[in-house]
């Protein structure tokens, strides 16, 4: 199970961390992903990890100001989001891929959580 919390309203130029707890099952072979879906438009990629810290990769759209990063000991995934737009206004979706090293479709993930609103706007 993967939830996710942290999503709120914010102006632009602002922060918001993300957090994806997950539980269930043994997700140390997996990567973890982060998505989002503005309204309208497809899912997107939007940050990739393994849990053990690397296979990092980002969308050039957030790169430089997102950062992905993870607590292995509380089974954690967080996404720090900087200097916000208002086009990263969307639902944010966390994704686990099992046996997985930088997986950027949305096919290679197994698992979902059910979003978070982020809101970027004056």
């Known amino acids: 199970q993967l939830v996710e919390s942290g999503g709120g309203s914010v102006q632009p130029g602002g922060s918001l961390r993300l957090s994806c707890a997950a539980s269930?099952?043994?997700?140390?072979?997996?990567?973890m992903g982060w998505f989002r879906q503005a309204p309208g438009k497809e899912r997107e990629f939007v940050a990739t990890?393994?849990?053990?810290?690397?296979?990092?990769y980002y969308a050039d759209s957030v790169k430089g100001r997102f950062t992905i990063s993870t607590d292995n000991a509380k089974n954690l995934v967080f996404l720090q989001m900087n200097s916000l737009r208002p086009e990263d206004t969307a639902v944010y979706y966390c994704?686990?891929?099992?046996?997985?090293?930088?997986?950027?479709?949305?096919?290679?993930?197994?698992?979902w959580g059910q979003g978070t609103q982020v809101t970027v706007s004056s």
């Open positions: 994704a686990a891929a099992v046996n997985a090293y930088g997986p950027r479709s949305q096919s290679a993930y197994n698992y």
């Open positions: 269930g099952r043994t997700f140390s072979n997996y990567a």
């Open positions: 990890i393994r849990w053990s810290g690397n296979y990092i």
